[in-house]
């Protein structure tokens, strides 16, 4: 079994790629970065082609947006002329795959879909409903990308998410269950490692990694954080969207930290200094940085739109809150703020439970089982 792994950016798709390899089922991969990136990234040197112009096109911000329409199509041209003949499979990440399915097939492949958040209609209803309740119009998601995933989704043999949540949404929306493959993503176990926290002066901090956005629930959490009376610390790890900094603004913002975008390798220090890990989005597939929390020991307050279900329970590794819930977020922050035992005993279990299933290697030997099943 050959695969062909295709990526308009970074992704998870590294690391599938680099599992495939070492396994003897990598065939290509494709990608927007250069090789030296991906090597410095894998600690390997993997069969590919990277489209480095056009990775550096969008970084200049040549395309506009952040998703736009021009390089999903641009990017999927080129993958369309570069499919290896020896493949079995092309993994494709949705909305820059639709010019490469026709060749594959015509090479005789089975096409899989990546779609690592929910259905993107559902995920474009979430987001509207997000920003209306900030008194804001959600625009992020182009008419034609929204049409291009729909087309993928239906041409497609299967379409690979990482959790059930987010597979219940295309079931709603009339996909068929057995076109899904549910698979959660994994941590680097080795780089992400609990800390010792010994117990100080200091107040408990709270932190939270992504694009501080309102699709990541921050006004909720700053709303929340701000009525903990001065009894903790919130450090928001990221980048800040346009929209955000008129909201951060008028928000509560003592002893929060905005400390915006850090690279990778930096970002384990991040979890080690932290006590709590909280991440209140609105729409989410599996994040990787909640792995990444658990990982590091950390108790984890999350949202169930967060497709954690396969991932905690709540009570044993974290806590669980419904999307935009200020007052129940906030009981779960002062809960942990105000326990350390609490903390060490859910920091340990989500520990344990990524230890449990949840390592680079299984996620790859997870797909690689899907895999066989396709070609069956």
Known sequence: ??????????????????????NGALSKLLTTYPDCAVRQICGEALPMKGAWWLE?????????????????????????????????????????????????????????????????????????CAYAAEGLKYIGTPMEIIQREEIEYAEADFISVPSKFAANTFIDRGIASSKLLVNPYGVDLLKFQPAERIPSSRPPRILFVGRVGIRKGVPDLIRAFSRLSGTAELRLVGPVENEMRDILARLPMEHVSVVGPIPYHSLHSEYEQADVFCLPSWEEGVPLVLLQAMASGLPVIATKECGVEDIFLDGYEGFLVEKGNV????????????????????????????EKGCAWHAYVTRTLEHYRGVLC
Not at 1 to 21: D, N, T
């Open 1 to 22: 079994m050959k695969v062909c792994v295709s990526v308009h950016g970074r992704f998870h798709a590294f690391e599938l790629a680099a599992g495939l390899h070492r």
């Open 56 to 128: 550096a096109k969008r970084r200049i911000g040549i395309f506009g947006g952040r998703n736009p329409v021009a390089i999903s199509m641009a990017y999927a041209k080129f993958a369309a002329k570069r499919l290896p003949e020896s493949a079995d499979i092309l993994t494709g990440w949705s909305s820059a795959t639709l010019e490469a399915i026709e060749p594959a097939r015509s090479l005789g492949m089975k096409v899989i879909i990546e779609r690592g958040s929910s259905h993107i209609v559902h995920q474009t209803h979430v987001l509207e």
């Open 327 to 354: 007052e129940g977020l906030r009981e779960a922050l002062v809960l942990l703020c105000k326990s350390l035992g609490t903390r060490q005993k859910l920091g340990a279990a989500a520990r344990v439970r990524m």
